[in-house]
C-alpha cells in the first residue's frame, strides 16, 4: 500500500475508531478471558494446545534486543518481549491468544502485553472464514530502537506480508505511547478504555504524521532488521559509536541514519538538536583526533595518515588539519614528539 493509502487509512478509519465512544473496541490478551471483558460483537472460543513451549535463542535484533523469545510450533504461538498492539482495519479476525481463538470484527484492536502468547503466523482467519474471508490489519511493536508497523492481509488460506509495508519510525513518543497503552490496559479499573482510546488516537496520529514526512525508514522485512553494535545510552552516543566502528570506510550519511532505524531528515533534525553539530562536524573531529594518534605514535607519512582515516585527499586533509588544530600535520608530530622527549 503506498505510504499516502496508508497515511489515509489512519486517519480516515482507525483515528476516527479511536475517538467515537459508541462502542469498546479493545480486546486484552490475557491468560484468562472473560466474556465481560470483550466488546459486545467479539467472542472467544478456547482452543487445545497440542504442542510445548520452546525457548529461543534469537540473534539479537532491533539494537540488540532479543525481541521472539519462545514458540509454540505446533499451535502457531508465540512470546515476545515487546508490548504489541493490531487493528483489523477490514473485515473480520479470529486472532490466536494463548489458548483461546478471538474473533475480532472490523474497528477492533487487540493488546498484547509482553511475554503473553498469541499468533505467530497468518492467515489470521479459522473455520468458515479460513474457506470464505479475509481480513487486513496493521500491527506495531515497542522495541530498543523505536516503533516497527506494517500491514497485512488474509484472503482465505493466503497470507501477505508485503515487506513494502512495513516502516520502522525511531520516535520515543511513540514508544513510550505503546507501552502507556498496555499498560492502561491491563489495569481494568475505572476510565481505563477512555484512557487507552486517547492513547491510541495518539499514538496512530502520530504515526500517519511521520510517515507523511518521511520520516522512517523501509525494512526489506520485519525478521531482517539486523543492529551492529550494542545500544549506547543516547542518540548522540549511538552516532559516535558508528563512527569509531566505520570511520576507516568512506561513511554517508543514510548509512548511518538507516543503523540507527531512521530517515535522513529526522537523523539530521536529531543531530542537530542533540549535539549541536553536524554529522560530517562529528565525523571530521574524530578523524582528526585518530589523525593525531597516527601522527604522535607511527612513523607513517602524512598521506598514509590521512588514507589510514579515510581522507581521499593529503591536501584536503591537510587543510582540514590546519583548520582544527591550528597547524599542519608535521608540525604537530614534530611539536608532539619534542614534548614527549621533555617529559618521558
Known amino acids: 500500500m503506498p505510504p499516502k493509502h496508508l497515511v489515509q487509512l489512519l486517519r480516515s478509519q482507525v483515528i476516527p475508531w479511536t475517538m467515537s465512544g459508541t462502542r469498546n473496541r479493545i480486546i486484552v490478551a490475557r491468560p484468562v478471558?472473560?466474556?465481560?471483558?470483550?466488546?459486545?460483537?467479539?467472542?472467544?472460543?478456547?482452543?487445545?494446545?497440542?504442542?510445548?513451549?520452546?525457548?529461543?535463542k534469537q540473534p539479537r535484533i532491533h539494537g540488540n534486543q532479543r525481541l521472539l523469545t519462545a514458540i509454540w510450533p505446533e499451535d502457531n504461538l508465540h512470546e515476545i518481549t515487546a508490548p504489541k498492539v493490531s487493528c483489523v482495519v477490514h473485515g473480520a479476525a479470529d486472532y490466536f491468544m494463548s489458548k483461546y481463538t478471538v474473533y475480532c470484527s472490523e474497528g477492533?484492536?487487540?493488546?498484547?502485553?509482553?511475554?503473553?502468547?498469541?499468533?505467530?503466523f497468518g492467515p489470521y482467519l479459522q473455520g468458515p472464514r479460513l474457506r470464505n474471508g479475509n481480513c487486513t490489519q496493521i500491527h506495531a511493536y515497542a522495541h530498543s530502537q523505536g516503533i516497527l508497523f506494517w500491514l497485512t492481509t488474509s484472503r482465505n488460506g493466503e497470507h501477505v506480508n508485503d515487506p513494502s509495508d512495513n516502516y520502522l519510525l525511531s520516535i520515543p513518543a511513540l514508544m513510550q505511547l505503546l507501552?502507556?497503552?498496555?499498560?492502561?490496559?491491563?489495569?481494568?479499573?475505572?476510565?481505563?478504555?477512555?484512557?487507552?482510546?486517547?492513547?491510541?488516537?495518539?499514538?496512530?496520529?502520530?504515526?500517519?504524521r511521520e510517515i507523511e514526512s518521511g520520516n522512517c525508514v523501509k525494512p526489506s522485512s520485519?525478521?531482517?532488521?539486523?543492529?551492529?553494535?550494542?545500544?549506547?545510552?543516547?542518540?548522540?552516543?549511538?552516532?559516535?559509536?558508528?563512527?569509531?566502528?566505520?570511520?576507516?570506510?568512506?561513511?554517508?550519511?543514510?548509512?548511518?541514519?538507516?543503523?540507527l532505524y531512521m530517515s535522513i531528515s529526522h537523523f539530521f533534525r536529531r543531530m542537530h538538536e542533540e549535539t549541536g553539530t553536524t554529522f560530517t562536524e562529528l565525523l571530521t573531529r574524530y578523524r582528526i583526533e585518530q589523525a593525531c594518534h597516527l601522527l604522535r605514535d607511527t612513523n607513517l607519512t602524512v598521506t598514509a595518515v590521512a588514507s589510514q582515516v579515510s581522507f581521499k585527499?593529503?591536501?584536503?586533509?591537510?587543510?582540514?588539519?590546519?583548520?582544527?588544530?591550528?597547524?599542519?600535520?608535521?608540525?604537530?608530530?614534530?611539536?608532539?614528539?619534542?614534548?614527549?622527549?621533555r617529559n618521558p
Open 313 to 341: 585527499s593529503p591536501t584536503y586533509f591537510q587543510s582540514l588539519f590546519r583548520a582544527s588544530m591550528g597547524c599542519t600535520p608535521t608540525e604537530y608530530r614534530n611539536s608532539s614528539r619534542q614534548k614527549m622527549e
Open 222 to 259: 520485519q525478521e531482517n532488521i539486523h543492529a551492529q553494535t550494542h545500544p549506547a545510552v543516547s542518540f548522540a552516543e549511538q552516532a559516535q559509536e558508528y563512527i569509531e566502528a566505520n570511520c576507516h570506510k568512506m561513511l554517508r550519511v543514510d548509512d548511518v541514519a538507516k543503523h
Open 179 to 208: 507501552k502507556l497503552t498496555v499498560e492502561e490496559a491491563l489495569t481494568r479499573q475505572r476510565d481505563a478504555e477512555l484512557i487507552c482510546n486517547n492513547y491510541l488516537s495518539a499514538f496512530f496520529a502520530l504515526i500517519a
Open 33 to 56: 478471558m472473560r466474556a465481560a471483558d470483550l466488546p459486545d460483537d467479539a467472542t472467544f472460543s478456547r482452543r487445545k494446545l497440542s504442542g510445548q513451549r520452546n525457548i529461543v
Open 108 to 120: 477492533t484492536f487487540q493488546i498484547i502485553p509482553p511475554g503473553m502468547p498469541h499468533q505467530r
